[in-house]
């Protein structure tokens, strides 16, 4: 059932910050509904969810006229600039934004119908080539372009890590995407105070709390068959 899985992550998240000195709160946890139906979503909600992650935009779009604001949705795939003005609508985080165009594109979106849309950027730690996501070296210029848009808000950093077997072998990605946060949150003079660490899924988000990670982002532990 899924109120019992949620109930079961919820445990796995507490003793992971348990494990790091971390009060419980300190992490919030994203249901990914991409596979789930609306009564799945709405079954979740039900049992506590509070963040929806979606992602494709027209999946979302079909959901929301649905379920609306019960929950907030996030987007954590890929989004094209051509479906900007629907994610604007109807998220709260967009985690995936990967390139200044696109972050100029959500601003313009976000202006139209008079939003501050939060964003975190969307980094590839692990160099993978099949993953979005921008080089970490990418983001002080993404910072100085973006950091003065009046309609976005940049809140944090996302990173999806590899798939492993062995959740320890991707600890690294999650230390370095830590790591970056913390730089450009200490460099001077200061030019944004990241909060948001996306970090962690269902087969790693223990590994990925350990690392600093604030946002996990669950499916399978959660709507798995
Ligand atoms: C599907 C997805 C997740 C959830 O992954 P699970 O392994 O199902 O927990 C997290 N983040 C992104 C970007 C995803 O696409």
Same mark, same amino acid.
């Given at each position: #059932? !899924?109120?019992? /899985?949620?109930?079961?992550?919820?445990?796995?998240?507490?003793?992971?910050?348990?494990?790091?000195?971390?009060?419980? +709160?300190?992490?919030?946890?994203?249901?990914?509904? /991409?596979?789930? =139906?609306?009564?799945?979503?709405?079954?979740?909600?039900?049992?506590?969810?509070?963040?929806?992650?979606?992602?494709?935009?027209?999946?979302?779009?079909?959901?929301?006229?649905?379920?609306?604001?019960?929950?907030?949705?996030?987007?954590?795939?890929?989004?094209?600039?051509?479906?900007?003005?629907?994610?604007?609508?109807?998220? =709260?985080?967009?985690? =995936?934004?990967?390139?200044?165009?696109?972050?100029?594109?959500?601003?313009?979106?976000?202006?139209? $119908?008079? /939003? !501050?849309?939060?964003?975190?950027?969307?980094?590839?730690?692990?160099?993978?080539?099949?993953?979005?996501?921008?080089?970490?070296? =990418?983001? @002080?210029?993404?910072?100085?372009?973006?950091?003065?848009?009046?309609? $976005?808000? !940049?809140?944090?950093?996302?990173?999806?890590?590899?798939?492993?077997?062995?959740?320890?072998?991707?600890?690294?990605?999650?230390?370095?995407?830590?790591?970056?946060?913390?730089?450009?949150?200490?460099?001077?003079?200061?030019?944004?105070?990241?909060?948001?660490?996306?970090?962690?899924?269902?087969?790693?988000? +223990?590994?990925? $709390? @350990?690392?600093?990670?604030? #946002?996990?982002?669950?499916?399978?532990? $959660?709507?798995?068959?």
């Amino acid at each position: #059932m !899924i109120a019992e /899985k949620i109930e079961l992550v919820t445990r796995r998240i507490s003793s992971a910050c348990e494990k790091s000195g971390r009060s419980a +709160e300190s992490v919030k946890l994203v249901c990914v509904t /991409k596979t789930a =139906s609306v009564e799945e979503i709405n079954e979740a909600i039900g049992a506590g969810a509070r963040l929806l992650g979606e992602n494709r935009v027209q999946d979302a779009v079909k959901k929301y006229a649905s379920i609306g604001n019960k929950a907030e949705w996030h987007l954590i795939g890929h989004l094209q600039t051509n479906k900007a003005r629907d994610a604007v609508r109807i998220f =709260s985080l967009i985690h =995936s934004v990967d390139s200044v165009r696109l972050a100029k594109e959500i601003d313009k979106e976000a202006a139209r $119908i008079n /939003k !501050i849309q939060d964003i975190l950027v969307q980094v590839n730690t692990s160099g993978e080539a099949s993953k979005f996501g921008m080089e970490p070296g =990418s983001l @002080e210029n993404f910072i100085k372009e973006t950091v003065l848009c009046p309609n $976005i808000k !940049i809140k944090g950093l996302m990173t999806i890590a590899p798939e492993a077997g062995d959740p320890e072998t991707v600890r690294p990605y999650f230390r370095a995407l830590r790591q970056l946060r913390d730089k450009v949150n200490g460099s001077k003079p200061a030019v944004c105070n990241l909060q948001l660490l996306s970090m962690g899924m269902s087969g790693d988000f +223990e590994v990925a $709390i @350990e690392e600093g990670s604030n #946002m996990v982002r669950v499916g399978r532990a $959660i709507f798995g068959r």
